[in-house]
């Protein structure tokens, strides 16, 4: 996933834009529980959601969840 690169905003002291953030996200299930990873970000989803990081990262770790039941699904029949 790549995020939009940072926009100094009005009277911000940085000069330039910084570049795109590149990030690895991934859901696993360990011990019966999902949990997220999303560049220094691991836990629950629900974490992701209360720790106010996680919104911009929130359609990708969706699209995660869904890619990992779709396998547990398959594995399971």
Do not use: N
């Amino acid at each position: 996933m790549t995020l939009p690169s940072w926009q100094p905003e009005a009277g911000d002291e940085r000069d330039a834009a910084e570049e795109d953030v590149h990030l690895v996200i991934f859901a696993v299930r360990l011990a019966g529980e999902i949990k997220i990873s999303a560049g220094g970000f691991y836990g629950s989803p629900a974490a992701l959601v209360r720790s106010g990081i996680g919104a911009p990262l929130l359609p990708a770790a969706q699209d995660c969840l869904r890619e990992l039941s779709g396998r547990e699904a398959t594995l399971s029949s």
